[in-house]
Structure formats: C-alpha cells, structure tokens
C-alpha cells in the first residue's frame, strides 16, 4: 500500500515545520518536571551502599521479603486473569441491569486509599467480619495476617487494573471477527479463545503487568489486613518501610531491588506494553 | 416454495425506521446477486440468512432443512465479508484451515485440507504468509477459500470486489466466476455494482427502501427495468405510462403527459425504455423517419467514455449519448434549445 504521508501533500505556505522556533516557554516547566520525577530515584542511588551490597542482598530477610512479595504479586495476577478477564468480558459485552453501577464499583479501589481498603477487608473477612465470622465459626479458618491475605489485599487493590484494561480491549477489538468466526462454525468458547482472546492479547498482557506492579507495590490494605509478620506477610514495602526506621542503608537496598525489578518489567515488556495492538 | 429449491427464504427484519421484507430463492448452483443502493437493505438480508441478525418474521430454508431458528455457527454456510475479516494472527493456511478445525476436523487433517485449497486456489505460495502480507485480491481469495473450507451449502458474499482497486476488480471478479461455478449449492451476493451482478450472477433481485422491486436474469434485468433506480444503473431512459396501440401517453412528474410513439401494439400501463445512444439531436424539428420529436433544453454535457453524455430537459427529460464530432458539428452548448429524436423502432415498452 501506498500511504500518502503529511510531506507528500502540498507544500504549506510559510517556513517549514522543523525551523520553527523551540517553543522556550514549555521548556522550562517541562525540564523541571522531568527533573523532579527522577531525582529521587538519583538520591537512591547516591546513597546506595554499593560497596555491602552484595552481602546486604543475600540477607535472610531481604531474600524471604523479596521471594514472597514476587510469588504474592504473581498469584495475585494469576487469580485476577481468571476472576477479572470474565468480568471485564461481561462489562464490556453484555447488557444487564445495573450494568453502569457494577462498572462504577469495579473502579472503587482505584480511588479509596489502600489503607481503607485494608480496613474495609478486615470488616468483611477479618474473625468479627460481615463473612469472617461466619466462616470462623464454621471452620475455624482465620484469613487476616496470613499469606493469604496479602494475596486478598493485592487482589482487591490491583484486580480493577486488569478489569479496565481488559474492558477497554474488549470494546476496542472489532466484533466483526467474531461473527466471522461463527459463520464458520466456531462456537462460543472457540470464539472467545481462538479469535477474541488473540486480538485483545496486548490489552490483557497490559492489565497483567499493571496488575502485577500495583500488587508488588502494595502498601496500605497489606499491613491492615495481613500485618507484618517476617516471611508469612512481610513483602518488599513493608520491609523497605520497617527498614528505614532501623537501619537506613538496608532501606535503601530493598527499594533498589524493587526499582530494579518494576524497570525489568517496564524494559521487557514496553514495546508490546506501549505499542498499540 | 419450490421442494428441490437450494435456498428458499423470505426475510422480514423490523427496526426502527426500517423494515426489511425480502423473498429469496436460488437452485442448486445458482448465483443470485442482491441490487440495491446503499440502505437498501441487502447486507441486512445477507446477515439474516446468515443467522447474524434475528428475523422478525419470515423463513430460512437451505437444501430442505429449516434453519430459521438455527444460530450462526450451526448453518451450514460460508460467508466472504466486505473487507475479508481474515484473522490476523492466523497464516493464510490456519486461516483456512479455521472452518475444518470447528468441525471437529483433526488440526493435521484440516492443515492438509487448507493447503489442498489453497493450491487449488493459486494460493500455495501464500500460505504461510500473514494476512496483512497479501494484496488485496488474495486476501479476497484467501476469504473465499476460508468460507468454502467448512464446506457450506449456502455461500454469502457480501460486496466481495468492493475493497479492491478498479484494477485488480477486473482480474479477481473473473476468477470469482470461475470459482462461484465450480460450487454446487446457492450464491448470494451483495453488491451495489451493476457489473458484478451481471458478469457474477445468474439471477438478480434488485432491493430499495427494504423491498424487492424486480427480479429476473441479469440481461432481462439490463433491457426491461422497473425503476428509476435500475434504469440509471444500466443507463436506460425509463417512462412509465399508459398505451393504446403504439400510442403511449407518458406521465412526467412535472407537465402534461407526454405523446410517444412505439413500434408494436401494447395496451394499458406499460414501461418504455431507451438507451441513450438511440436519441438523435436536431437544430430544427425533425420530419420522416424518427417517429418521435420532443422539445427540449440542455442541461448538461459530460464525456461518457469515447461519446458525449447531454442531459436534456424539457416535456421529456432524457440523457443523449452522441460523439463529440456530432456535438460540435452542431455547435450546441449547455441552455440551447433543441429536438430530440427516437426512432419507435428503438424504444421497448412492456407490461408495469
């Protein structure tokens, strides 16, 4: 195909875009933006105690923080795909009665604080939760301040990433395909896997990996519900945070490792991530 | 409703602000092409044999076997869209190859089936390339091959040249006839291009406003149309009035009715027609051979492949095909007034 680009039309009056002047007014501001989104991140490395790191990195603690944060983060993604990739399917595909409330209370974690969220969860599944109790008393299982209840406040803090993302793949693939795909004989499962989950393929990797960074990241609705108990329920940032009040230096280290692993992933997956599907 | 009918259907689809009443029947092997202006309701029609949209009302029936209830992906049907809707992360083989594997057909088997295909179709060298990798006539063959792979009895084409440049359409529409013959159950095609639907079909039903305005073989269709809308497309000038013997009293939207003149007898509310190229300009009033003479105004002049298009005005509007030597020898120009001549001999009339 031959695409006629904006050089190959007619020739604009006046001088050519690229001699224009730099616009200096944007400059400024711009440059101070930019300078103050990565200046942390040089203080970081400042200070960064590069000479014990190596030994500070093989630290008991540090490794059992940072293997339970990168297994929670993964189970936790694992569990939003299966629960969140139908939901975003339903919202997207289907009309239902309170269809737009449902949306809206999908986004809530978005916006509350994850302290609240944490709060919120330990009402509803905590031992005198609205559901807790219950099932407390009928079994004796207790969810807060286990492992398992790092990967439930991970859940409900990161789970409404994937779902937006999902939904707006979903409501970006052309449904054409898919009656293509029936004409032929395929049925709805076929469908949905052979031909829409390809095609919403980008947008479902882009939930993953937003799902998967948020929960890493997770603060607020983890120390809440699952506390900091070293190995069961402490994760990188709740480590990073016990840390700095101890002893700065291994601070520092543990926020290193996490910025290392969030620049792995942004690296590894940006062309596919930022790219257009 | 013919038993040994290959496709026997009367679609009805109700919408707001459109209704969709079609009866459709097609024998064993037979193309029919849906005619119609855009919004007439002939992708509508398409979509409803092929089950993507509901009937209001009305039946589908295929080889004898109801499908009016059956969904899309139980028909046994085939389907060529517009724009080819090839899946994009599938080879042209896998793309093939899709129909086979819903069926139950082992993927090795239907591999094998798929590149039997696309031999057949000239395609092999294609086979593993992407969709976004071939032109445009063999993603168009690619999606008939892909249709025909699930082995339907009823192949619905809609638009399929339509997509592609004036160029390769001339190669890929002869092709599609060779191809559309070796099939053996019923073709319908949607198209809005007179050509394709004569050199394509073997029957043609021409749709407006939602309604079958008139079906026939294609070059029956060509000679004797119905409406105004027919007649522009195969480049009659179309009158509708009543006769009395050779005498026809035409009725003109504006004005009084207008006298012609035909060569047979005919009786009652007819149509007659006439190609452009059969109308003569004169300066003065002609006398002898051309039987009819109307008044009438220039109102345009266009060129119309090697001949001149002059679009008259007048009792009688009526387009004129003339050579550009005729019209200078002349010396006409757009607002002059002159006479324009029929032979009767020239000028169909038949029953409306």
């Known amino acids: 195909m031959t695409g006629t680009g904006p050089t190959s039309g007619p020739p604009r009056r006046g001088r050519p875009a690229a001699r224009r002047r730099f616009p200096w007014l944007l400059a400024v501001p711009a440059a101070l933006g930019f300078a103050f989104l990565i200046l942390p991140f040089l203080g970081l490395l400042a200070r960064t105690p590069w000479s014990t790191l190596g030994t500070r990195l093989l630290m008991p603690e540090v490794r059992d923080a940072l293997l339970l944060s990168l297994g929670t983060a993964t189970v936790t993604t694992a569990i939003a795909l299966v629960l969140g990739v139908p939901l975003a399917w339903l919202l997207a595909r289907t009309e239902f009665p309170g269809r737009g409330i449902v949306r809206a209370l999908v986004t809530v974690p978005l916006v509350i604080p994850p302290v609240v969220g944490g709060v919120a969860l330990l009402l509803a599944l905590g031992r005198n939760g609205v559901v807790g109790r219950p099932l407390y008393e009928w079994t004796g299982y207790s969810l807060p301040f286990t492992t398992a209840a790092v990967v439930v406040a991970q859940l409900f803090v990161a789970m409404p990433f994937l779902v937006i993302s999902v939904e707006g793949a979903l409501r970006g693939a052309d449904r054409r395909y898919e009656e293509a795909a029936a004409t032929l004989g395929a049925s709805r499962a076929t469908i949905f896997r052979r031909v829409t989950l390809p095609m919403v393929g980008p947008g479902v990797l882009a939930g993953a990996v937003l799902c998967w960074s948020r929960a890493l990241g997770e603060f607020g609705a983890t120390i809440m519900f699952a506390g900091n108990f070293p190995g069961r329920t402490q994760t990188m940032p709740l480590a990073v945070y016990l840390a700095m009040q101890q002893s700065p230096e291994g601070a520092v280290v543990l926020s290193l490792v996490l910025l290392v692993v969030s620049l792995a992933i942004l690296i590894g997956l940006r062309d596919r991530w930022v790219g257009t599907p | ?352």
């Open chain 2, 1 to 352: 409703m013919r038993p040994d009918a290959a496709l026997s259907a009367r679609l009805v689809v109700e919408r707001a602000g459109f209704r969709l009443d079609a009866g459709l029947e097609a024998d064993p092997g037979e193309v029919v092409a849906l005619l119609g202006p855009n919004g007439a309701g002939k992708s509508t029609a398409l979509r409803a044999l092929a089950g993507l949209v509901p009937l209001s009302s009305g039946h589908v029936t295929v080889e004898g076997t109801d499908l009016t209830t059956t969904p899309t992906e139980h028909r046994p049907i085939g389907m060529v869209f517009q724009d080819y809707l090839l899946f994009g992360h599938m080879s042209a083989l896998d793309n093939v190859a899709f129909g086979p594997r819903c069926q139950g057909v082992g993927r090795a088997r239907a591999r094998a089936l798929a590149a039997d295909l696309l031999d057949r179709f000239g395609l092999s060298d294609q086979a593993r390339l992407r969709p976004r990798e071939l032109s445009g006539g063999q993603a168009q063959r690619v999606a008939l091959a892909r249709a025909l792979a699930a082995r339907p009895r009823l192949l619905l084409l809609d638009e399929p040249l339509a997509a592609l440049d004036a160029h390769t359409r001339v190669a890929v529409r002869s092709r599609l006839r060779g191809d559309l013959a070796d099939f053996d159950g019923a073709t319908v095609l949607v198209t809005h291009d007179p050509l394709d639907a004569m050199v394509l079909a073997d029957r043609v039903t021409v749709i407006e406003n939602g309604a079958v305005v008139q079906q026939g073989r294609p070059a029956d269709i060509a000679r004797r149309p119905r409406t105004a809308y027919v007649a522009r497309l195969v480049g009659l000038n179309l009158y509708r009035g009543v006769a009395s013997g050779t005498r026809v009293e035409v009725r003109v939207a504006d004005g009084g009715p207008v006298e012609v003149t035909i060569a047979e007898r005919r009786y009652g509310d007819v149509f007659v027609a006439f190609a452009p190229r059969a109308v003569a300009l004169y300066r003065e009033r002609p006398g002898g051979s051309p039987r009819n003479a109307w008044p009438a105004r220039i109102d345009g002049v266009e060129r119309f492949g090697d001949q001149v298009r002059v679009h008259l005005d007048g009792d009688l509007p009526l387009s004129a095909d003339v050579t550009p030597a005729a019209l200078a020898e002349l010396g006409l120009g757009v607002g002059d007034r002159i006479w324009a001549g029929v032979k009767a001999m020239e000028i169909a009339a038949y029953q409306a």
